[in-house]
């Protein structure tokens, strides 16, 4: 057992017993035409954009890098669509079009880190910053409302499961397919280490950098289609707000070091899955929803003091000295 | 210790001005023309009233930019900041709606705020969490904790409050100031005589600089890196106290997003987010620049409000890219 994800798993098995626990009906699945429903589907079903986010996110974390501008291409994916759809456009195209702006976005993203060498926190809050306005501007300052029912699919539809589970899951197996089963994870995290020895030793440094961030993007992108989709319109306010933090934590609780060189997708997933039920614990068992963010931080101090150096280091002597 | 007086960059000084006061006379210039392109296009932008004016709406933004410099300027982040704000508006109103004497009150939300940032800055310095993650985290505790004491937005009656919120102070020339415009200057001056001539401040450039070399010269790194939390506390609290004022009541979501608001302003301002390189004065002129891009979209009318946040986008860029020029000519 990886040691790295024995944290994250052991918090999320502690939160489905506490479930188990305070509401027993948490367990409890139904098929429905064919469709099946219950709590954990819908931590599934709301973990989806997280999660789909938080897995562009662990790439770009594994080379020393952070996106913060996720929650504004969320933003704008969904304005850019659903203006399309709503100016008579089709679904698909708008997707598409919403998609190719994404992965531009991303461009730009990679190539402040890459090639103008900013930090990439700094280099993302640009985006951060401006993207809101950017899609508030796409919709004009509206809530664009569309009726759509090929949009509808993606966020709201089911397939069996719900489409967004089903999208989430394809993209972290292939993701996991094509970083492991290829050299393209290791060089990822060799970037991660040092950037410039990889260079030297012949890895693609800045390709591979600006491919990260165009990949986070278009995660980021199709989540926002999902959440716009979910709810059939265009918030451009409030439409993925607070998601890269989700996203961030969700990679740091999956044992992803910030410090890059080493990434864990089941670690995100597990991460993922540990923040949207903590989230929906806490509806289930009546504590005020806005008190979450109190859980939130105290998972995150949690979580973060029991991977830190320094606790690590006291556990290693302990072992040290029962060996 | 006289040798780490002034703050050390990888940039050879070159004709003229040092490049490292570059980024801050570059603000000043922007500053300069936002304001003069103002003057030109809206009738009336041109008055002492209108500067006065960028600094008492402000006035919070500026205290709170002044704890992120010294936060920044070790190479740490602090993410709490608007949080803190929206924490310490509340614990104010439902202190003084409880009938807490207002000095009590002011009292206890500076205390608060600077516990949190120390709590912070123990976790990062004692356990060597980035300093990312542990304010995020203070970020969602004290967000979480407004809602705590209430969801409801809570009005502010007190009469020694309303008082200060609406007295007014003129100066010469008919231009009127509020007094938190007069509480964030004696923050920046204080801010300033820290930074520049205290041993304190020289440790905090050290350690921006590199933490490692300031920790084997003997400086107090640790303490200087749980100080910069401390102070980054003490000042967003103090900044939700001048916005409690400013918007006579505690909310919780009062301040959503200003984190960035602040770290723009010290990034604009010429600061270096690597730490060891800016100034107190460039991150105000970093808030002043915000405000006046503020100002001149609300004077044209025409423009909606999201513009603000586009052109900020575009400065913030301009700005890194200008930093990463003048660090990248001096270094070679």
Known sequence: MNRRLLWPLLALAALLLLNLVANPSFFALRLQDGHLFGSLVDVLRNGAPTLLIALGMTLVIATRGIDLSVGAVVAIAGAVTCTHIAGGGGALSGMLLALALCAVLGLWNGFLVSVLGIQPIIATLVLMTAGRGIAMLVTEGQIITVDDPAFREIGAGFLFLPVSILISLAALAATALVTRRTALGMLIESVGVNPEASRLAGVRSRTIIWTVYVFAALCAG????????????????????WIEMDAILAVVIGGTSLAGGRYSLTGTLLGALVIQTLTTTIYTIGVPPEVTLVFKAIVVIAVCLLQAPALSRVFARREAVAA | MTTVLEPQLPVKAGPGAPSRFLPVIATFVVFVLTFGAGSVAYEGFASGQVVANLFIDNA?????????????????????????????????????????PPVVVVVAVLATGSLLGFLMGMVIHKFGVQPFIVTLAGMFLARGLCFVISVESISIKDKAFRSLATATIELPGGVTITPPVVIALVVVAVAAYVLHLTRFGRTVYAVGGSEASARLMGLRTGQVKVGVYVISGFCSSLAGLLFALYMLSGYSLHGVGMELDAIAAVVVGGSLLSGGVGFVVGSVAGVLVLGTVQTVISF???????????????????????????????GS
């Open chain 1, 222 to 241: 199709v989540a926002g289609l999902m959440i716009s989709s979910n709810v059939s319109a265009a918030d451009a306010n409030n439409a993925g707000l």
């Open chain 2, 60 to 100: 919070f933004l500026i205290v709170l930019a002044v704890g992120m410099t010294f936060v920044i300027l070790t190479g740490g982040i602090d993410l709490s900041v608007g949080s803190v704000i929206a924490l310490s508006t509340m614990i104010a109103a439902a202190a003084l709606r409880a009938g807490w």
């Open chain 2, 300 to 330: 044209q009318g025409t423009l909606s409000s999201w513009w603000t946040k586009i052109v900020i986008g575009g400065l913030l860029l301009a700005f890194i890219v200008l930093q990463r020029l003048i660090v990248r000519r001096g």
